[in-house]
């Protein structure tokens, strides 16, 4: 999609420090993080957010959903983490290309929501 830094981040024209890549997603380090661990997992696929997904991506919805596993072991907390997906303005959503946030690293409270997570 034109414009989205994620879809530019996928095509790997705009930087990013990357962790994984597969066909389905890559994972990657967020500019702000907000815990010590802090990783998002992006579609290669453009959806502005969950709202976007049918019954036909359901596959694909479970295949993201597991990478949080991946993701955790990549950030060295695989026995305790929080994901985190935004949906709309109302839902905290700044980037409209879905994305799932993988925190952990320190005991995690609600304040985390409170302090923007974007």
Do not use: W
């Not at 981040?9 to 066909?23: F, H, M, S």
């Not at 295949?63 to 983490?81: D, F, M, T």
């Amino acid at each position: 999609m034109e414009n989205c830094i994620f879809c530019s981040i996928v095509e790997k024209k705009a930087p990013a420090t990357y962790y994984y890549e597969d066909e389905d997603c890559i994972i990657i380090k967020p500019l702000k993080a907000f815990a010590p661990v802090h990783l998002l997992i992006i579609p290669r696929r453009h959806f502005t957010s969950l709202n976007d997904l049918t019954a036909a991506d359901d596959a694909l919805t479970g295949r993201l959903l597991r990478k949080a596993r991946k993701a955790s072991e990549i950030g060295g907390i695989p026995e305790g983490y929080r994901t985190v997906i935004n949906t709309g303005t109302g839902g905290g959503q700044t980037v409209f290309h879905l994305h799932i946030h993988v925190l952990g690293g320190s005991p995690l409270d609600d304040t985390l929501l409170t302090r923007g997570l974007k």
